[in-house]
């Protein structure tokens, strides 16, 4: 080559720089190829998957999965575009994997009927024993959990069967339907914040926030 005038030095400098040059164009793509491809080996999600991410705004269904890139659909039906690579240092939620469903409440009851609470505890956590919906597997509690600012709060904690968003709410309805029927069948009520003025010498005295009686 330099017999016929071509510099080599100068070719393979050329050569050197254009290979860093390519190198730094193809850094994403290779970046978002290996991406899919650990999708493909780890199958962390599947087309129709319901997914989300706590570290960024991410959270739809999986609409399509390429070797670039994945497509998900929002709920307000805006499709997101998320190179692969994306997911190599993410972390991220597939609650369409769910084995069940949580429903976890705070239920408060006023102070006048705290004769009754016991009572009232106990029917709540037979009614969710025999909810042919309520997986009997799982941790299923129901307690007298403390002394509200204008209520006595207990707490019920357990899981349904279904993973479908749509009956796990037609369930959760039910559950707290059937507690309002329990709390008063035992002649008790659900307390709420109020104020009471009480009279002192003529004079009317704001007091400390409490249920009314």
Not at 88 to 104: F, G, Q, V, Y
Not at 127 to 139: F, G, N, P, V, Y
Not at 140 to 167: A, E, H
Not at 182 to 202: K, Y
Request: net charge neutral; no cysteine.
């Amino acid at each position: 080559m330099p017999t016929v005038g071509i510099e080599i030095t100068a070719l393979l400098a050329f050569g050197g720089v254009g290979g860093i040059a390519v190198g730094f164009a193809a850094k994403d793509l290779l970046a978002n190829f290996f991406g899919g491809l650990m999708i493909y080996l780890d199958r962390p999600f599947a087309l129709g998957d319901w997914i989300r991410s706590p570290d960024r705004e991410i959270e739809g269904t999986v609409e399509r999965i390429g070797w670039r890139l994945t497509v998900v659909r929002t709920f307000d039906k805006r499709p997101l575009y998320i190179p692969n690579s994306v997911f190599n240092t993410l972390a991220l939620e597939n609650p369409s994997r769910m084995s069940n469903r949580r429903i976890k409440e705070n239920i408060g009851i006023r102070y006048s009927d705290s004769d009754k609470m016991e009572a009232i505890v106990k029917d709540v956590k037979a009614m969710l024993q025999s909810h042919e919906e309520i997986d009997q597997k799982q941790t299923l509690i129901v307690n007298f959990l403390s002394y509200g600012p204008s209520s006595l709060d207990f707490f019920i904690y357990t899981f349904t069967k279904t993973t479908n968003w749509i009956r796990f709410h037609e369930i959760k309805q039910d559950v707290l339907l059937k507690i309002v029927g329990i709390v008063h069948s035992h002649q008790a009520d659900f307390a709420f914040p109020t104020t009471t003025l009480d009279g002192i010498d003529g004079l009317l005295v704001k007091s400390a926030i409490r249920e009314e009686p």
